[in-house]
């Protein structure tokens, strides 16, 4: 086994939809995979191109999005490091539902689909952690759905940063990952708006902003605005 094919197997057996599968079959799908690298702001693929295969990200971010007929930005998800996007084109051979763009320089695992679907045929365990990859994709655009729909901006700011929260090794403390406009994007905003409703969390001690750290001054109080529906701000 050559050095990239035994970094590639080491990296993949930490990735949910090949855990459980022994030594050899882990190499038989890093044989598989395609390494590609993507600069920032290029576009791995548009929404309506063929999808060829799922990616996994090795390093870097990549954001899913779609635009709106009018030409606005909706971010569906930003994904990180071990991370995968895509799978459904590669189960169903159809088009990519939505677009995908490196936000920093990002290195990919690519999983052409005609050689996946032949490994699945020989490795039916992965098509078992798929169905639970596949849930869970369920459950976050059905979040997403309803943040949109029937959370005003403050709550859906409360969502994002209590899930930054959730991942940070001080629950107090987040590092903003995301620029301002993407930020907005993600959630449904444009920049202008985002800024008065940080300004106005500020204003409430809620939360204490320095550049792109943001002080939770109050989580219980962020739990409530995120929960609250669509009212008046």
């Not at 590609?36 to 090795?58: C, D, H, N, S």
């Not at 409703?197 to 204490?208: C, D, N, R, T």
Request: aromatic share 10%; with cysteine; net charge positive.
């Amino acid at each position: 086994m050559n050095d990239r094919i035994s970094e590639i197997t080491r990296f993949i057996a930490h990735i949910q939809m090949f855990s459980n599968l022994p030594p050899e079959n882990l190499e038989a799908v890093a044989k598989v995979a395609i390494a590609k690298t993507y600069q920032k702001q290029e576009v791995i693929f548009w929404e309506g191109e063929a999808g060829m295969g799922f990616f996994i990200i090795l390093s870097g971010k990549v954001k899913v999005f779609k635009f709106s007929p009018a030409g606005k930005e909706q971010i569906l998800h930003i994904f990180g490091s071990g991370e995968n996007f895509a799978e459904v084109p590669a189960f169903d051979g159809k088009c990519y539902p939505a677009s995908a763009e490196a936000l920093t320089t990002t290195e990919l695992l690519f999983f052409p689909r005609k050689a996946f679907l032949e490994l699945l045929e020989k490795q039916p365990t992965i098509a078992i952690n798929m169905l639970a990859i596949f849930a869970r994709y369920l459950r976050r655009f059905a979040q997403l759905i309803e943040d949109l729909s029937l959370k005003e901006v403050p709550g859906r700011l409360a969502v994002y940063l209590l899930e930054l929260s959730d991942r940070s090794p001080n629950p107090s403390v987040v590092k903003l990952d995301l620029t301002k406009a993407q930020l907005s994007a993600l959630l449904g905003t444009v920049p202008e708006t985002l800024s008065r409703v940080f300004a106005k969390l500020s204003e409430q001690g809620l939360i204490s902003l320095n550049g792109t750290s943001v002080k939770l001054l109050n989580l219980q109080a962020l739990k409530v605005l995120s929960a609250e529906k669509r009212h008046s701000f």
